[in-house]
């Protein structure tokens, strides 16, 4: 199992809310995203939350399973996210589980 941590915060961006505008149209229009934009946000489609990026990994630290045995383990993670660290201006914290 793989967990990662992101936090998205609107864009005040002009530039930002331009491309991300450009990328919607061009789905709207069912034609290709023009490379400017696509490598804008590195391939990927704009959040439509806002900006993306990983939380930084002194803002978080995972956690003892303490008193668990070594099958449990396996299937238990914990993690403490420090908020005061994460900036202000974000206004989700997304958390990303693969397995």
Known sequence: MGITFETVKPSTDVKW???????RACEDANIPI???VAQFFGGEPPDPL???????????????????DS?????????????SKIPKDVTVLRVNVSY
């Open 71 to 83: 099958f449990d383990i396996e299937l238990y993670d914990s993690f403490d996210i420090e908020l």
């Open 50 to 68: 806002g900006v993306v990026a990983s939380l930084d990994g002194s803002c978080y630290r995972r956690r003892d399973p303490g008193g668990y």
């Open 34 to 36: 023009p490379a400017a």
């Open 17 to 23: 809310q331009k491309m991300a505008a450009a990328w």
